[in-house]
């Protein structure tokens, strides 16, 4: 008021970052069939001992169960880490990494992970009971009885439980699926089910979609019919269960520890009695 100009003195704080590590799957099911899948998206190791999830039951507000992860672990950039029930069925027992009654949830109640102190995703909504369970895309109670698969397409985590929910299929984070659907667990990917034919390019077959070159497989051992290659055909880390086999690949490019065999017709008096070799696998 008497036109002097006030100084202002102001202090900033540097905005965390926060990594790309998020929820990539949820699992409630029949009995004991519990378990949440930690994503690392982030192009370099984490650390796990940086991370915390958090369970709040029946509608808290305050965590009812923690599990700080083991300071001894770490995850290396495109991989998970399974979190489930001790008394689970064994196909979720295949792929978990650490046990936890943290996952001891009941459809009703939010999941939280945390990085140091820093909450980054979440799964339903802290101190809020819906009832039953929240609905996911257009599933009612999807948090009950079923499996949640996080899209391809997300990033990041979202602690914005209602637009990672979302209200249709097309703008929820989720995929949706039924009772006791573990085919997806231990790949942030897509896993070949083999529910139609042995054809890799009929999204039937998939429990995701079809792959492309940046897309995570796996090759699931209790698939209906394993896949048939009979053109060129792309994904980015091929994870295949003992037993599985892939019929018709002349060329394929391996990154990693493979067996790998190739089959020759035997000669039976006529042209494909001579052949080229070599090996089937370029490193």
Do not use: M
């Amino acid at each position: 008021t008497n036109g002097t100009v006030p100084t202002v003195n102001s202090s900033t704080s540097a905005v965390p970052t926060v990594p790309k590590v998020f929820f990539s799957e949820y699992i409630e099911g029949s009995s004991y069939n519990k378990s949440v899948e930690i994503y690392n998206g982030e192009s370099t190791t984490i650390n796990l001992s940086d991370y915390t999830i958090k369970l709040y039951s029946n509608g808290s507000a305050t965590a009812t169960t923690t599990l700080e992860l083991p300071a001894s672990s770490t995850l290396e950039s495109g991989g998970v880490y399974v979190i489930y029930h001790s008394s689970s069925s064994i196909d979720i027992k295949s792929k978990g990494d650490l046990t936890s009654g943290v996952v001891n949830f009941n459809g009703n109640d939010a999941v939280e992970l945390i990085y140091n102190g820093l909450s980054i995703d979440v799964i339903g909504v802290i101190g809020s009971n819906p009832g039953t369970a929240w609905d996911v895309a257009t599933t009612t109670n999807a948090t009950k009885d079923h499996t949640l698969v996080r899209k391809l397409s997300v990033t990041s985590g979202n602690t914005d439980w209602s637009s990672s929910a979302g209200t249709t299929v097309a703008n929820s984070e989720w995929i949706v699926l039924g009772v006791d659907q573990f085919n997806n667990l231990g790949v942030f990917g897509t896993a070949w089910v083999g529910t139609t034919s042995n054809s890799w390019t009929t999204s039937s077959n998939w429990d995701v979609q079809i792959p492309d070159a940046t897309v995570n497989v796996l090759l699931k051992q209790s698939a209906s019919n394993y896949p048939t290659i009979s053109s060129a055909a792309n994904c980015n880390n091929l994870i295949a269960e003992s037993g599985v086999s892939i019929v018709g690949i002349d060329y394929l490019t391996v990154s990693g520890t493979s067996t790998v065999e190739r089959f020759i017709s035997a000669y039976t008096g006529d042209s494909d009695g001579y052949h080229f070799l070599s090996s089937p696998v370029s490193f």
